[in-house]
T-cell receptor, first 115, second 111 residues
Framework: ETGVTQSPTHLIKTRGQQVTLRCSSQSGHNTVSWYQQALGQGPQFIFQYYREEENGRGNFPPRFSGLQFPNYSSELNVNALELDDSALYLC??????????????FGPGTRLTVL | GNSVTQMEGPVTLSEEAFLTINCTYTATGYPSLFWYVQYPGEGLQLLLKATKADDKGSNKGFEATYRKETTSFHLEKGSVQVSDSAVYFCALSEGDDKIIFGKGTRLHILP
């Protein structure tokens, strides 16, 4: 039991819509990262937040944005949804500040389907 | 840029067989290396990790050794069980919390 939860479990949207996915990190974890896992692929890094500030970003367009809150929760927002955004979205938390040795704990993910 | 390449699946073995899943990496510095496992219907779990050359990570009978000379981190288990059926991801992290994953290897263990 990692203590990282995500909601909703599944979501269906249509192209052009906007979506907000939520993550609740383990208490005390100051860092949260978001990943996109397309079917049959490994997770791809979207961005990371450390103490409510963006701390790194992968190759994703600006329509992917995030927020981190003081209560260890965070959001991933995606605007103008495209069919290729259909994927499993994972959040991961850690108690480090960017060290590569920090262990990240993953949530179960939100399965987003864009029609 | 940094990358991870792991053997394509699916891999199908009989129970009690020896398992090797190959993983090689490309990195500019000295990354930490990980194996993550994704059981059916569950989230990613860290299986084991190694943070420097020649380190051996181990957990639940699985082992992997950080080989800098061959840039490899192969996953091994001496005797697999049906419950080991899952998707295994090799991954690296260098200098920050961003993890770079391989594409995953699906493992089927037959009773």
């Amino acid at each position: 039991e990692t203590g990282v939860t995500q909601s909703p479990t599944h979501l269906i949207k249509t192209r052009g819509q906007q979506v907000t996915l939520r993550c609740s990190s383990q208490s005390g974890h100051n860092t949260v990262s978001w990943y996109q896992q397309a079917l049959g692929q490994g997770p791809q890094f979207i961005f990371q937040y450390y103490r409510e500030e963006e701390n790194g970003r992968g190759n994703f367009p600006p329509r992917f944005s995030g927020l981190q809150f003081p209560n260890y929760s965070s959001e991933l927002n995606v605007n103008a949804l495209e069919l290729d955004d259909s994927a499993l979205y994972l959040c991961a938390s850690s108690d480090g500040s960017g060290r590569s040795t920090d262990t990240q704990y993953f949530g179960p993910g939100t399965r987003l389907t864009v029609l | 840029g940094n990358s991870v390449t792991q053997m394509e699946g699916p891999v199908t073995l009989s129970e009690e067989a020896f398992l090797t899943i190959n993983c090689t990496y490309t990195a500019t510095g000295y990354p930490s290396l990980f194996w993550y496992v994704q059981y059916p219907g569950e989230g990613l779990q860290l299986l084991l990790k190694a943070t420097k050359a020649d380190d051996k990570g181990s957990n639940k009978g699985f082992e992997a050794t950080y080989r800098k000379e061959t840039t490899s981190f192969h996953l091994e288990k001496g005797s697999v069980q049906v419950s080991d059926s899952a998707v295994y991801f090799c991954a690296l992290s260098e200098g920050d919390d961003k993890i770079i994953f391989g594409k995953g290897t699906r493992l089927h263990i037959l009773p």
